[in-house]
C-alpha cells in the first residue's frame, strides 16, 4: 500500500505493459473501464482521464456529462494473459466530478464514506470472501448455456470434477496479479465452484471482487466455457453464494474477541451482529439484486432464509465459525455474487456498526437447524424471514434510513429507480412455466 504516482509509472515500464484498463464499476455493479495507452499514464494518474458520465447508467443527467477518473495507485496490477495488443494492466478508480470533489453517484467513494464512519469509531474493517460461481458449456457460436461440464459435488477431484484445469488457471492468475487466495474446491451443485479470497481491507476487498470475476470469466472463456455469477441458473440445483466475513480493529487488536466473554465473542461483535439483523430485509435489497437472487433464498438449498445467528449450523443468515482471537469473524451468508461489490459491503458495515453505535443486543444464538423448524417454532423464537422477493426487498430499502445513508441520496434514488423497473418487466412476463403449467389446463 502506499504507492506514488512515478512508482507506477516506473512499474509499467519495467513490465513492458502497452495500455492500461482504468476500471470502475456501474450502479449495478457492472464492471467498466476506459483504455488508455501507457504513455497517457502519467496524465491519467493526475486525474486528467475524462469520460462521459452520461452513458453509463445511473451516473448523471445529459447535461451533467463530464466526470472524471481518478485512479487509486495502490491498485495497480498486471493481467498476465497476452492479449494481441501486447501486456495490459488495471488500475480501479474513484469518480470525480470536475471540480475534483467525489462524485456522489460513485459506489466507491460510497464503501468510503462508510469506512470513514467506522475509523470515525475508532475502527478499522477487514473482509474475507467466499465467491460462489458456475462453468456451464458454450454451444457451436460460442454462446452461453446451462449445460453442466459435470455431476460432480462438493470437494470432489478430478477426473470428476471437470473444471478443475480451468480453476487452477484462475487462481493462479489472480495470484500473479496479487491476490491472496485461501482455498478452492468443487462446489455442491454440478459445475459449481468456490475460490476464497483472504482477508483484506474493505476497500481492496470490493477492489478484488470487481476483478476477479472479471479474470474468472475471462479464463473460463479461454477454456471454452462460460463462467456465471448469476445467483441461481438452474431450478432445482444450490445457487451461488458470496460469503462476506467482517472483521472490526480497533487499535491494531481484534475487536469482535473478548476471552473473558462466552465462546470469545465481545460485546462489539453481539452488537455488530445485532445491526445485521435488524437491517437486514433492506440490507438484502443491495446484497441480492437481481429477480433471480431470491429464486436462490428458498428453503432446501443451504442458501440463508431466516434472520438468525449461530455460532456453528449454517441455516441461519449469519455465522461465526469457531475461530478464536484475532481469527473471530461474522460471516454473512446471505450476499450473492450479483451484487455490486462497493455497495454491498458500505450498506453490511453500516449496519453493523449502527448496532455497534447503539449497543443493541443481539437475541441468543440458534442451535437447532432451523429449516427443520416449524413455522410456529421459528415463530416462538422470533425469527424472522428475509425478503422473498426483489419487490419486498425494495420496499424494505425505502424504508431504512440508516441502509439509504449508507448508498447516499443519488445513487439511493437511481437504484431503487432502476431496480423498480427491473421488477416491473419481469411482473408482466409471461414464463415457460406458466405455459406449461396452465394453458392446456385452463
Known amino acids: 500500500m502506499g504507492a506514488n504516482k512515478a512508482e507506477i509509472v516506473e512499474r509499467a515500464q519495467a513490465l513492458n505493459v502497452r495500455f492500461v484498463r482504468l476500471q470502475f464499476t456501474d450502479i449495478l455493479g457492472v464492471l467498466k ?19 462521459d458520465g452520461s452513458s453509463i447508467e445511473g451516473f448523471v ?26 501486456t495490459t494492466a488495471r ?10 470533489s467525489p462524485f456522489p ?24 470472501v467466499e465467491p460462489e460461481f458456475f462453468l456451464f458449456q458454450q454451444d457451436a457460436n460460442g454462446q452461453a448455456t446451462t449445460r453442466p461440464i459435470d455431476q460432480a459435488g462438493y470437494f470432489d477431484l478430478s477426473p470428476v ?61 479461454l477454456h ?3 463462467a456465471t455469477f448469476m445467483p441461481k441458473p438452474i431450478y432445482g440445483l444450490n445457487g451461488s453464494g458470496l460469503h462476506l466475513f467482517h472483521i472490526l480493529w480497533a487499535d491494531g487488536k481484534n475487536a469482535f474477541y473478548d476471552a473473558r466473554q462466552p465462546q470469545g465473542l465481545s460485546r462489539v461483535a453481539l452488537h455488530f451482529i445485532a445491526g445485521l439483523m435488524r437491517h437486514a430485509p433492506a440490507i438484502t435489497a443491495v446484497t441480492n439484486p437481481l429477480v433471480n437472487s431470491y429464486k436462490r433464498l428458498v428453503p432446501g438449498y443451504e442458501a440463508p432464509v431466516y434472520i438468525a445467528w449461530s455460532s456453528g449450523n449454517r441455516s441461519p443468515m ?16 446471505s450476499p450473492d455474487p450479483a451484487c455490486n461489490p462497493y455497495l454491498a459491503l458500505a450498506v453490511t458495515i453500516k449496519a453493523g456498526l449502527d448496532g455497534v453505535r447503539h449497543r443493541w443486543e443481539a437475541p441468543p444464538p440458534i442451535t437447532g437447524n432451523v429449516y427443520r423448524m416449524s413455522e410456529s417454532e421459528r415463530r416462538q423464537l422470533g425469527i424472522q424471514h428475509l425478503p422473498g422477493s426483489l419487490e419486498e426487498a425494495l420496499k424494505c430499502l ?45
Open 161 to 221: 470434477d471437470l473444471g478443475e484445469d480451468a480453476r487452477r488457471e484462475m487462481v493462479l492468475t489472480l495470484q500473479q496479479m496479487g491476490f491472496r487466495i485461501d482455498a478452492t474446491h468443487h462446489e455442491v451443485a454440478p459445475s459449481q465452484h468456490e475460490i476464497d479470497l483472504a482477508f483484506t481491507d474493505a476497500l481492496s476487498a470490493a477492489d478484488n471482487i470487481a476483478t476477479f470475476r472479471f479474470v474468472v470469466r475471462t479464463i473460463a472463456r
Open 91 to 100: 488500475l480501479m478508480c474513484d469518480i470525480k466530478n470536475p471540480d475534483g
Open 398 to 442: 425505502e424504508q431504512d434510513p440508516v441502509v439509504l445513508a449508507a448508498l447516499g441520496p443519488e445513487i439511493a434514488e437511481w437504484y431503487l429507480e432502476a431496480k423498480r423497473i427491473e421488477w416491473d418487466i419481469y411482473r408482466r412476463q409471461v414464463h415457460p412455466w406458466e405455459i406449461e403449467q396452465y394453458l392446456n389446463e385452463y
Open 105 to 128: 453517484g460513485c459506489p466507491r467513494s460510497a464503501l468510503r464514506r462508510v469506512l470513514d464512519e467506522a475509523r470515525q469509531m475508532g475502527y478499522e474493517v477487514t473482509i474475507g
Open 224 to 226: 471454452g466455457l462460460h
Open 33 to 51: 473501464n476506459v483504455a488508455i495507452p501507457v504513455d497517457a499514464l502519467p496524465d491519467a494518474l493526475d486525474g486528467k482521464v475524462m469520460f
Open 61 to 86: 443527467r445529459v447535461e451533467e456529462y463530464d466526470l472524471f477518473l481518478d485512479p487509486d495507485p495502490d491498485t495497480f496490477a498486471v493481467f498476465p494473459w497476452k492479449p494481441k495488443e501486447g
Open 318 to 333: 449469519i455465522r461465526v465459525p469457531a475461530h478464536q482471537g484475532a481469527d473471530t469473524r461474522i460471516e454473512l451468508r
